[in-house]
């Protein structure tokens, strides 16, 4: 049986950028409060009535050169609207230590976020993260039988729902497009060699440091048990690679193949 989430390698296309230029327009003339009191757009509700949204405006329009059009997201009534690349990373390792494959499971459900595979209109026009019944009967799945006791077991913590951090990517991937394709109060994609600047590559190196990460803990792991040698190599090149791209750190489509198998195909 064909597994369910088993996903192509996405190449970014006309649709692509349609798409993501829809949700800019759509996020531009999101209303705007002030910072004593943000106003709140709600883009989507989760099970249990926990609300995805943004607040505006955000902090980046205080910088010296500001962004307009900053939003901060949000899931449900925890505060996510502080976590950076720091605690998304941090969640994605936990689970890679709680169990591998689910893990690799993860990173195909985020590699599908980026490229809009399980988006679809809702009623009212808008593009939205909207899965089948059984993706989303999947992500429970994952929640309540491997994710949520794993937290408990592995860390003593309890973290948000897979369902919530899949939303909250996509909020952030949502807002670095409005902040990187925008000119003039209108979605602008003219420079084609920037294609993959904002959501792509907010997504790909959200996937790409854990994968790389994780098999430094796990060479760890492994050679602590049978006395071996650890491999430091592992983390210097993961350090490397973001020096480099002075943050970015995104696999390559081989790479992302080699360790996403058999969930990601080419």
Known sequence: ????????????????????????????????????????????????????????????????????????????????????????WEYLIKISIIHKATFQKVLVLLYRLCFFIDHKENENGQIRYLPTAEIFDYIAHLESFVLKDGFQDKFKTTEVSLLEFIHFVDLLAWNEDVKYHTTDGKADFTDNSRKKVGRVNTILTIISAPILISKFINNIIENSKNNGVINVKLITTTIQKFTRTRGLCVLSNKDLLEYLSPYLEN
Do not use: C, H
Request: charged fraction near 30%.
């Open 1 to 88: 049986m064909k597994e369910l989430i088993a996903t192509n390698i996405f190449k970014i296309d006309k649709n692509y950028i349609s798409k993501r230029e829809k949700l800019i327009n759509e996020a531009i003339v999101f209303k705007s409060g002030t910072f004593e009191q943000q106003f709140k757009t709600v883009v989507a509700t989760l099970p249990a009535q926990k609300e995805v949204y943004f607040l505006k405006p955000g902090k980046e329009t205080k910088r010296k050169t500001p962004n307009p059009y900053d939003m901060l997201p949000n899931v449900g009534e925890q505060d996510m609207s502080n976590w950076a690349f720091e605690q998304i």
